[in-house]
C-alpha cells in the first residue's frame, strides 16, 4: 500500500496494490497490519456503510460531535470528489480542506480521522460508495456544516446545482457549528 500525504498531515491518500490481467483485477481493500504498518495508526473499526448516489448528488459536511468517527473511504463503482475539512478548533489547519477524487478505477481510498467534517459530490451518473468507521453512527451527536461555506471555500467541481437532502440544505457555517476543542 501506498501512502500518500495531503496538505492537511492527518488526512492520508491509500493506494492499493491492484493486480490486473485480462481477466480483471484483484486488491486487498482493507487488511489491519498493511494499514498499520504503512500508516502508523492503529485502528478498530467498527462499522461499514455503504451508500449509492446519482450524479450531482452532495453529501455532507458531516461529523458527530460525540462518538467522532474516524472514516477509511472509498469508491467501488463511479466517480466522486471527496472532501475533509479540520473542525479541531485547537489545531494550525482548522477550516481547511483537503479533496480528492475518488473512483473505481483509481481505486484509491482516503483516511480522514475523526475531528474532520465529510462529504463528497458524486461525479459519474451513479456511485456506490464504502466506508468504514471507528465508531457507531450517532445521529443525535451528528451535525452538518454548509456545503459552500464561503469561509471554508471549497472549490467543487459542479456543473450545475447539487442535489441535497433536507439535512444537508439546513447546514450552518463553519463559525456558527459547534466544533471539536
Given at each position: 500500500?501506498?501512502?500518500?500525504?495531503?496538505?492537511?498531515?492527518?488526512?492520508?491518500?491509500?493506494?492499493?496494490?491492484?493486480?490486473?490481467?485480462?481477466?480483471?483485477?484483484?486488491?486487498?481493500?482493507?487488511?489491519?497490519?498493511?494499514?498499520?504498518?504503512a500508516t502508523g495508526l492503529d485502528i478498530q473499526f467498527v462499522q461499514d456503510n455503504h451508500s449509492r448516489s446519482v450524479k450531482g448528488v452532495l453529501r455532507g459536511l458531516h461529523?458527530?460531535?460525540?462518538?467522532?468517527?474516524?472514516?477509511?473511504?472509498?469508491?467501488v463503482r463511479g466517480m466522486v470528489f471527496d472532501v475533509a475539512v479540520d473542525v479541531r478548533k485547537s489545531s494550525p489547519t482548522f477550516g481547511r480542506w483537503v479533496g480528492i477524487?475518488?473512483?473505481?478505477?483509481?481505486?484509491?481510498?482516503?483516511?480522514?480521522?475523526?475531528?474532520?467534517?465529510?462529504?463528497?459530490?458524486?461525479?459519474?451518473?451513479n456511485a456506490d460508495f464504502l466506508y468504514k468507521t471507528t465508531d457507531y453512527y450517532?445521529?443525535?451527536?451528528e451535525r452538518c456544516i454548509a456545503w459552500d461555506d464561503p469561509t471554508i471555500g471549497i472549490e467543487w467541481p459542479l456543473d450545475a446545482p447539487p442535489l441535497l437532502s433536507a439535512k444537508d440544505r439546513l447546514g450552518i457555517s463553519l463559525m456558527e457549528a459547534e466544533v471539536f476543542s
Open positions: 500500500m501506498k501512502v500518500i500525504p495531503t496538505a492537511i498531515p492527518e488526512v492520508l491518500i491509500l493506494e492499493p496494490k491492484v493486480f490486473g490481467d485480462s481477466r480483471g483485477f484483484f486488491m486487498e481493500s482493507y487488511n489491519a497490519r498493511t494499514f498499520g504498518e461529523y458527530q460531535l460525540q462518538q467522532p468517527q474516524g472514516k477509511l473511504v472509498r469508491v477524487e475518488l473512483s473505481e478505477d483509481n481505486h484509491r481510498q482516503l483516511w480522514i480521522p475523526a475531528g474532520f467534517a465529510h462529504g463528497f459530490l458524486v461525479l459519474s451518473e450517532a445521529p443525535e451527536h
